[in-house]
């Protein structure tokens, strides 16, 4: 029985063996790398059109995290980004200044924002290079635990890398199958099947730094760097543990363990301080599955056959939160150690609901396209579906015809459109004023010649006569709409205008209280004004299209009432906890080209109570909390602040709104970022930076077009000439970096990577830095991160100077 115990171990041990075999063969094929040979370092300088498709908001479910903190603590942020389906929901959690504060789950539409940003309420993430730059934005009500109370959080800055992103599963290992083959040692094929499945995902971890600007309720910003992990991976797992750390020398570590169908799958490896990416295996499960517990204070990994212990020296501080689709975070945070050197630890698990929730619904947002001869109707009523479509009627009437279909606690005065079909039919018949059109969209004319173009434009346009079919056209569904005793307002509707990002707000033309037969000759003028110098020149600032077309809207007035504007945030300082509302009795043209000065009140969000009116006020209480309510309503709706137009009826205080657009200008960068935005990262804050003599070679600050291109042209090129290196990162310089729009040389990396070299004879320090600058503690940590010199190192570079000469 013995004998046949021991041939029943050796052979299982043969097929593992075997196995281990398959497997290499297998991963070794299967390995993907951004990072390149030194050869290929030309390579490295373009972005590959792969990098934005894979930092492009993807199709399938995913989950996004930014975790970072400062080497003592202090403060830390943790960003959760988790797409499931249509639906977008975030976690904020930021702990800073003895405040831990949080921002509970916010759902909001994938399709919010742009392929390239995630935006849901206050947070807004920002893809601008592909794993070279990211912009991070918060400015919302956040919640502070120790108090329970609402305070209002900012946080701008830019993520950027301290390494090139990894595939994560790129190390993975026959190790990491280890429970799998305990379970079943002789399933091969379903072993290879599933490491082959691992190594084709998309899943994706980069370290980096995220340099930002913090203040809380108005306080003096704080601007710290911020060092962590960012992963994004797909949303398709049971339960997964993962544990990372990013230290005080530059030495990073990451290992996860994740529960799959068929098992669960460990894997680990380390980003040392020298850039060079090595396994990782966990020896001591335990002291990481029990880290709340504080069961073991040494965390025992294995890389390279080396130990590599991580001691725990401060107990984990933990929170919890659900997701709406049923899944438990738990996330832990606590300072460690190795050698002499701390660190911060992440410790997050995620466990998926057994009953596979589906992705909370949200409520819809008309939106329609026009098809077919939905596009050539030169008059829409606001009820018609088409005119929905802002391509063809412009975004006054497209969000009229969108607040029309969803009016809930308010009224949308009746009217029409003049679409952009009868505006095209227009010029057609006038050919002048097309050739004008034409001219003015050469894209190699200057504003003094845009200006003068327009202003013919505009002149032809005003002088022009409308057909009678359109006229007649126009009066005949006013009639139908509203009647024709009537008075109406007729106000311009441009494509492109009253975007989220910028607003071409009170710049075209509006005229209130015109009668029926003056309505085709305002609509001329309307369309006029489009071309005004105003106008042009605005677009051509902000490189807008300088002549798109135009929509007209016409609407029936409300006579006898108080006009307004409504921000569901403060439009000064974007505080998202006030309702601001400026109102006055008569036109609200009036008050929005600030003509009249409107009576004031501030409504707390929340609950509606009064924080500041103006004494006497032309608003009762009953329509005030009217337009509270339509405040939560449509901010709510529309997923953002929102900028709505209303007049409120004397005798009945019925609300009638006449516009909704997004507040602009929230996403607008701050001084701060425009002054760090091309700031390269720091790997640790013990890097040493000279500008040598590049001063006097480039004495002018550097422009962004030179960051994006030379840079990166001349970092690959320095740092390919290093003996030492064998790769040449493509997301993270090495050598040289850029700081104020100065750049300046990385003295470490240059000289500490040949420590041993440098600390023998300082005179290639001397000669780049003019003077010694490496410290005692820098040759320290030079030793740590960087491995020794090949014995044979001289010899080397004697052979590789003789074979240049």
Same mark, same amino acid.
């Given at each position: 029985?013995?004998?046949?115990?021991?041939?029943?171990?050796?052979?299982?041990?043969?097929?593992?063996?075997?196995?281990?075999?398959?497997?290499?063969?297998?991963?070794?094929?299967?390995?993907?790398?951004?990072?390149?040979?030194?050869?290929?370092?030309? /390579?490295?300088?373009?972005?590959?059109?792969?990098?934005?498709?894979?930092?492009?908001?993807?199709?399938?479910?995913?989950?996004?995290?930014?975790?970072?903190?400062?080497?003592?603590?202090?403060?830390?942020?943790?960003?959760?980004?988790?797409?499931?389906?249509?639906?977008?929901?975030?976690?904020?959690?930021?702990?800073?200044? /003895?405040?831990?504060?949080?921002?509970?789950?916010?759902?909001?539409?994938?399709?919010? &924002?742009?392929?390239?940003?995630?935006?849901?309420?206050?947070?807004?993430?920002?893809?601008?290079?592909?794993?070279?730059?990211?912009?991070?934005?918060?400015?919302?009500?956040?919640?502070?635990?120790?108090?329970?109370?609402?305070?209002?959080?900012?946080?701008?800055?830019?993520?950027?890398?301290?390494?090139?992103?990894?595939?994560?599963?790129?190390?993975?290992?026959?190790?990491?199958?280890?429970?799998?083959?305990?379970?079943?040692?002789?399933?091969?094929?379903?072993?290879?099947?599933?490491?082959?499945?691992?190594?084709?995902?998309?899943?994706?971890?980069?370290? %980096?730094?995220?340099?930002?600007?913090?203040?809380? +309720?108005?306080?003096?910003?704080?601007?710290?760097?911020?060092? %962590?992990?960012?992963?994004?991976?797909?949303?398709?797992?049971?339960?997964?543990?993962?544990?990372?750390?990013?230290?005080?020398?530059? +030495?990073?570590?990451?290992?996860?363990?994740?529960?799959?169908?068929?098992?669960?799958?460990?894997?680990?490896?380390?980003? *040392?301080?020298?850039?060079?990416?090595?396994?990782?295996?966990?020896?001591?499960?335990?002291?990481?599955?029990?880290?709340?517990?504080?069961?073991?204070?040494?965390?025992?990994?294995?890389?390279?056959?080396?130990?590599?212990?991580?001691?725990?020296?401060?107990?984990?501080?933990?929170?919890?939160?659900?997701?709406?689709?049923?899944?438990?975070?738990?996330?832990?945070?606590?300072?460690?150690?190795?050698?002499?050197?701390?660190?911060?630890?992440?410790?997050?698990?995620?466990?998926?609901?057994?009953?596979?929730?589906?992705?909370?619904?949200?409520?819809?947002?008309?939106?329609?396209?026009?098809?077919? +001869?939905?596009?050539?109707?030169?008059?829409?009523?606001?009820?018609?579906?088409?005119?929905?479509?802002?391509?063809?009627?412009?975004?006054?009437?497209?969000?009229?015809?969108?607040?029309?279909?969803?009016?809930? %606690?308010?009224?949308?005065?009746?009217?029409?459109?003049?679409?952009?079909?009868?505006?095209?039919?227009?010029?057609?018949?006038?050919?002048?004023?097309?050739?004008?059109?034409?001219?003015?969209?050469?894209?190699?004319?200057?504003?003094?010649?845009?200006?003068?173009?327009?202003?013919?434009?505009?002149?032809?346009?005003?002088?022009?006569?409308?057909?009678?079919?359109?006229?007649?056209?126009?009066?005949?569904?006013?009639?139908?709409?509203? !009647?024709?005793?009537?008075?109406? $307002?007729?106000?311009?509707?441009?494509?492109?205008?009253? !975007?989220?990002?910028?607003?071409?707000? %009170?710049?075209?033309?509006?005229?209130?209280? =015109?009668?029926?037969?003056? @309505?085709?000759?305002?609509?001329?003028?309307?369309?006029?004004?489009?071309?005004?110098?105003?106008?042009?020149?605005?677009?051509?600032?902000?490189?807008?299209?300088?002549?798109?077309?135009?929509?007209?809207?016409?609407?029936?007035?409300?006579?006898?009432?108080?006009?307004?504007?409504?921000?569901?945030?403060?439009?000064?300082?974007?505080?998202?906890?006030? @309702? @601001?509302?400026?109102?006055?009795?008569?036109?609200?043209?009036?008050?929005?080209?600030?003509?009249?000065?409107?009576?004031?009140?501030?409504?707390?969000?929340?609950? /509606?109570?009064?924080?500041?009116?103006?004494?006497?006020?032309?608003?009762?209480?009953? $329509?005030?909390?009217?337009?509270?309510?339509?405040?939560?309503?449509?901010?709510?709706?529309?997923?953002?602040?929102?900028?709505?137009?209303?007049? =409120?009826?004397?005798?009945?205080?019925?609300?009638?709104? =006449?516009?909704?657009?997004?507040?602009?200008? *929230?996403?607008?960068?701050?001084?701060?970022?425009?002054?760090?935005?091309?700031?390269?990262?720091?790997?640790?804050?013990?890097?040493?930076?000279?500008?040598?003599? @590049?001063?006097? =070679?480039?004495?002018?600050?550097?422009?962004?077009?030179?960051?994006?291109?030379? #840079?990166?042209?001349?970092?690959?090129?320095?740092?390919?000439?290093?003996?030492?290196?064998?790769?040449?990162?493509?997301?993270?310089?090495?050598?040289?970096?850029?700081?104020?729009?100065? #750049?300046?040389?990385?003295?470490?990396?240059?000289?500490?990577?040949?420590?041993?070299?440098?600390?023998?004879?300082?005179? /290639?320090?001397?000669?780049? &830095?003019?003077?010694?600058?490496?410290?005692?503690?820098?040759?320290?940590?030079?030793?740590?991160?960087?491995?020794?010199?090949?014995?044979?190192?001289?010899?080397?570079?004697?052979?590789?100077?003789?074979?240049?000469?």
């Amino acid at each position: 029985q013995m004998h046949s115990t021991q041939l029943s171990e050796y052979f299982t041990l043969f097929v593992l063996s075997i196995y281990s075999l398959i497997f290499r063969i297998i991963t070794h094929v299967k390995k993907r790398s951004f990072t390149p040979h030194k050869n290929s370092f030309i /390579g490295t300088i373009k972005i590959l059109p792969e990098e934005w498709e894979l930092e492009r908001k993807q199709e399938k479910d995913e989950w996004l995290v930014i975790d970072a903190t400062t080497v003592c603590g202090d403060t830390c942020l943790f960003i959760s980004v988790h797409a499931k389906g249509e639906c977008l929901e975030t976690y904020v959690h930021l702990r800073t200044g /003895g405040h831990t504060l949080v921002c509970p789950s916010t759902l909001a539409r994938k399709s919010a &924002g742009t392929e390239s940003i995630f935006l849901a309420g206050p947070l807004r993430l920002e893809m601008r290079e592909p794993f070279r730059r990211w912009r991070v934005q918060y400015k919302g009500m956040m919640t502070d635990e120790s108090t329970g109370k609402q305070v209002f959080v900012t946080l701008a800055g830019w993520w950027k890398p301290t390494s090139d992103a990894k595939w994560r599963y790129n190390f993975v290992d026959s190790p990491s199958l280890e429970d799998q083959l305990a379970s079943r040692p002789f399933c091969l094929v379903k072993h290879a099947r599933t490491a082959k499945n691992l190594l084709d995902t998309s899943d994706l971890v980069q370290w %980096g730094e995220l340099h930002c600007e913090i203040s809380i +309720d108005g306080e003096d910003s704080k601007e710290v760097r911020l060092r %962590g992990l960012r992963s994004r991976y797909s949303d398709v797992v049971l339960q997964e543990q993962q544990f990372s750390v990013y230290f005080d020398h530059g +030495d990073r570590v990451l290992w996860s363990r994740r529960h799959c169908e068929k098992g669960p799958i460990t894997h680990g490896f380390i980003a *040392r301080g020298d850039q060079k990416i090595v396994p990782l295996h966990l020896t001591n499960k335990d002291s990481v599955y029990e880290l709340n517990y504080g069961d073991s204070d040494i965390i025992n990994f294995e890389q390279m056959n080396l130990p590599y212990a991580v001691s725990k020296i401060s107990p984990p501080v933990t929170f919890t939160y659900p997701t709406a689709t049923g899944e438990s975070v738990s996330v832990s945070r606590l300072t460690v150690r190795h050698l002499k050197y701390d660190g911060q630890a992440i410790f997050i698990q995620r466990i998926a609901s057994y009953a596979n929730k589906a992705a909370p619904s949200l409520p819809a947002i008309p939106e329609y396209i026009a098809h077919g +001869d939905e596009r050539d109707m030169p008059v829409l009523r606001f009820s018609h579906r088409a005119c929905q479509d802002s391509s063809i009627t412009g975004g006054k009437a497209a969000n009229l015809a969108r607040l029309t279909s969803i009016a809930k %606690g308010f009224i949308v005065p009746r009217g029409i459109c003049v679409t952009t079909a009868a505006f095209e039919a227009h010029l057609e018949a006038h050919a002048n004023i097309k050739k004008l059109i034409e001219k003015l969209g050469n894209q190699g004319n200057d504003l003094e010649t845009c200006i003068h173009l327009g202003e013919q434009i505009g002149a032809g346009l005003c002088g022009s006569i409308m057909s009678e079919q359109l006229k007649e056209e126009i009066r005949e569904t006013l009639n139908n709409e509203t !009647g024709l005793e009537t008075r109406f $307002a007729v106000r311009s509707s441009a494509v492109g205008e009253d !975007g989220a990002e910028l607003s071409s707000a %009170g710049q075209l033309e509006s005229y209130m209280e =015109v009668e029926i037969d003056d @309505v085709a000759e305002k609509v001329l003028m309307c369309w006029a004004s489009n071309y005004r110098r105003e106008c042009i020149s605005y677009r051509k600032q902000y490189g807008q299209p300088i002549n798109p077309s135009m929509g007209v809207v016409v609407q029936r007035m409300i006579e006898n009432g108080v006009a307004g504007v409504m921000f569901t945030c403060d439009p000064v300082r974007g505080d998202p906890s006030k @309702v @601001v509302i400026n109102a006055f009795k008569g036109k609200g043209e009036d008050i929005v080209s600030g003509t009249v000065t409107p009576d004031t009140v501030v409504l707390r969000k929340a609950d /509606g109570i009064v924080i500041e009116q103006s004494d006497p006020c032309c608003l009762s209480t009953i $329509a005030r909390n009217r337009l509270h309510s339509a405040a939560l309503y449509l901010e709510g709706l529309f997923g953002g602040p929102q900028d709505v137009e209303f007049i =409120v009826n004397l005798e009945s205080d019925d609300i009638n709104a =006449v516009q909704s657009r997004d507040v602009t200008g *929230r996403e607008r960068e701050s001084d701060f970022e425009l002054r760090t935005e091309f700031n390269s990262s720091n790997l640790t804050d013990h890097e040493c930076y000279t500008m040598a003599n @590049v001063g006097e =070679v480039m004495p002018e600050p550097v422009t962004p077009l030179f960051v994006s291109t030379t #840079t990166k042209l001349y970092d690959s090129c320095i740092m390919a000439e290093n003996e030492v290196l064998t790769r040449c990162n493509r997301h993270y310089a090495l050598g040289v970096s850029i700081f104020h729009h100065r #750049t300046v040389l990385n003295h470490g990396e240059m000289f500490l990577r040949m420590w041993e070299q440098t600390e023998k004879d300082r005179i /290639g320090e001397i000669a780049l &830095g003019g003077q010694e600058l490496f410290t005692k503690e820098m040759f320290e940590m030079g030793k740590q991160r960087y491995d020794p010199l090949h014995k044979l190192f001289p010899l080397f570079r004697i052979a590789k100077v003789l074979y240049v000469l």
